[in-house]
């Protein structure tokens, strides 16, 4: 996936009622941008930390800035770490089209935003004559506490335990179901659960790997022209 336009660079003033950021911009502006991340962004909000931002032309648009990066440090220098829950969809649904993810392949059609379960929607669902149906949930993953190990979620999130169940419903009626979580960070080598944040969300994952659903993490190369679906990462539960 890459970007229409280059990404502004700034640095972060503060981030406030969760959905916007003050940046100030290398060029001396300060500007207000829509974070679109709900999260608790924990370890990435630091004043003063490195960001990168999208623009958009729209004339809509109250905040024509959005905060798409921001580059962390823990030891070994610093590293892109993207922020937007908006492209982790997009980014895995091409690259299973694309033949990228061979997990996920040999399917004859993938659909987006398909209703499920108890009024949601699957992220993806592949279908084929021969293989049936996959329904595949995608979740933004940008944790990461101690080197190497990104971990899922940051905050709790009752939503995604709900998406946990709602899958294992689906294998229980015979279907193929997988959670996929894609790190948008390149230094990624290992993946978990972040029981202690989400107890709640940590037995869900539990019950549903039980049930039958798999999960698998991949992490991504990082730049401010594109992000791609790099390499499987390992889990450790």
Known sequence: MRFPSPLVRGRLVQRYKRFLADVRLDSGETITAACPNTGAMLGLTAPGAVVWLSRSEAANRKYPHTWEMVEADLGSGPTLVGINPLHPN??????????????????????????????????????????????????????????????????VTTRGAKH?????????????????????????????????????????????????????????????EEIAVDKSVRLVR
Not at 94 to 101: K, L, M, N, S, Y
Not at 184 to 204: K, T
């Open 90 to 155: 997009r980014l895995v649904g091409e690259t299973i089209t694309a033949g990228g993810i061979k997990k996920l392949g040999g399917y004859e059609s993938l659909r987006r935003e398909v209703k499920y379960g108890e009024a949601s929607r699957i992220d993806l669902l592949l279908e084929d004559p021969r293989k049936g149906r996959c329904y595949v949930e995608v979740k933004n993953v940008h944790l990461m506490r101690r080197a190497g190990r990104a971990e899922f979620p940051d905050s």
């Open 164 to 224: 946990l169940r709602e899958l294992a419903a689906m294998v229980a009626q015979g279907h193929r179901a997988v959670m996929v979580y894609l790190i948008q960070r390149a230094d990624a080598e290992s993946f978990s659960i972040s029981g202690d944040l989400d107890p709640g969300y940590a037995e869900a994952f539990r019950a549903a790997h039980d049930a039958g659903v798999e999960a698998l993490a991949y992490s991504c190369r990082m730049s401010t």
